[in-house]
Structure formats: C-alpha cells, structure tokens
C-alpha cells in the first residue's frame, strides 16, 4: 500500500509491505483511516501500488502482498511516487504465522481449502493460478531497506501515530489481528531466516537499515517508541 506524502508529518511517500499473517489488514485499514474510509479489511485497497509493466504472472493475492523489491519500483515507475520512499513491515512468529494462515485457507472462502500436506509442502495457488502468498516466508516480502518493526511489541502502531497524529486504529480490525491462531495440527517447517529475522526484531523492537531514507531525529524517534508503546496502546 503506497500513501503519500501529504498525509504524514515526515512529508514522505509511505510505502506498507503488507507480510501475509502479521496484523496488517488492521494497519491498512488504519491509515485509510486518513482519508476517511470506514473501518474493514479492504479500507486501503484502493492504495495498493499498481503496475505499469508485465511481471512474472504472480498475483501477489491480487497485489495486496506485493513484495518490497516489485512494490518499490511500481511505485517509482508506475505509480510517479514523490521521493524518498519510507517502506515499512511487520514480522511475526513463524509459528503463529504458519497457524494463522492454516485457520484462513482452510475456510475456503476464496479458493479450495489445500490439503494438509500441500500446506506442508508450500505447495498450494491462489485463485488465478499463482503460486499463493502464503506460501512465501516472510524475508522474501522485505529490502534491504525496510523498517521492520515486530509484531510482538507492536511499535508500529506508535510509529503510525508519531508519522499521522489523527490517524485511528479501528477496534474492529485490531479485533481480527488480535485474536490467537489455533492450535493447529497441519504444521509447516519454519524458514530458520524467518526465525532469526523474528529474533532479531523481538529483541530490537524494530529493525532500522542503515539505507533507510530517514534523518538523524527521525532515527531517534523511532528507536524512542520503546518507551511511548505503552502510553498509546
């Protein structure tokens, strides 16, 4: 999801790397919040980050889990976003990952619920034939430069807030990210990229890349938001 820069006290084009299973329908709904939209896991998607050029035929979950490197350059190319472009995520446990999107698929709303072992296997499409979302660990969705934060202290919500002060957290969708994925009995081996990814944002509460285009006080006030999480959650 690409929001501009009028919208946040940074004056930069954000860029939200939605990772599949980590909260984001409540971020995205959040900052459609800015502009008026109603509270809903599809509030945003009118912002997703289009494309002008022929890619390899991945839908990406019809582009609302687009990955940071493809999403980046629709957005400088295809979509004329304002310089410099802030892109940001959230990681999470890859077990709570994995059971989350098992108790999804296999409600079958949108597509066959894939067997156990397909799950297992990662071997599974979405609707249009591609290779789905899901199916992808969660360092494949990042750059080098994206703000990680971990969905286990749940900074980017502060984040949001020090970037958009009006900004809303609707109850509804917190509601949905918030509740516990099931004890599973269909498991899937864990990236160990992943684990230590997540490790390392659990103990940082966010990870800042060096490349990351943001001022020395923008730094600061982000690696701040240990302290404040707690006055605004």
């Avoid at 446990?93 to 949108?110: F, I, M």
């Amino acid at each position: 999801m690409l929001f501009p820069p009028h919208l946040n006290a940074w004056n930069v084009s954000l860029l939200f790397v939605h990772v599949p299973k980590t909260g984001g329908s409540a971020i995205e709904s959040a900052l459609a919040s800015l502009e008026g939209q109603p509270a809903g896991k599809a509030s945003a998607l009118w912002r997703r980050v289009t494309r002008c050029r022929p890619g390899d035929g991945r839908s990406w979950g019809a582009l609302v889990h687009t990955p940071e490197a493809e999403a980046l350059e629709a957005a400088r190319v295809c979509n004329h976003a304002a310089p410099p472009i802030l892109s940001f995520a959230v990681v999470r446990n890859v077990t709570e990952v994995a059971r989350s999107a098992w108790d999804w698929l296999r409600q079958g709303k949108y597509m066959p619920a894939p067997s156990c072992a397909a799950f297992a296997a990662n071997a599974y499409r979405d609707p249009k034939g591609s290779p789905h979302a899901f199916a992808y660990p969660q360092h494949g969705f990042l750059g080098p430069c994206t703000l990680v934060f971990a969905h286990r202290h749940g900074l980017v919500w502060p984040f949001l807030r020090l970037l958009a002060p009006r900004i809303r957290a609707w109850p509804e969708t917190l509601a949905i990210n918030a509740a516990p994925p099931s004890a599973s009995s269909c498991t899937r081996a864990p990236s160990p990229t992943d684990e230590a990814l997540v490790a390392a944002a659990d103990a940082a509460g966010v990870l800042i890349p060096p490349c990351a285009p943001l001022t020395p006080s923008q730094r600061a006030s982000i690696r701040a938001l240990r302290v404040e999480s707690r006055r605004w959650r």
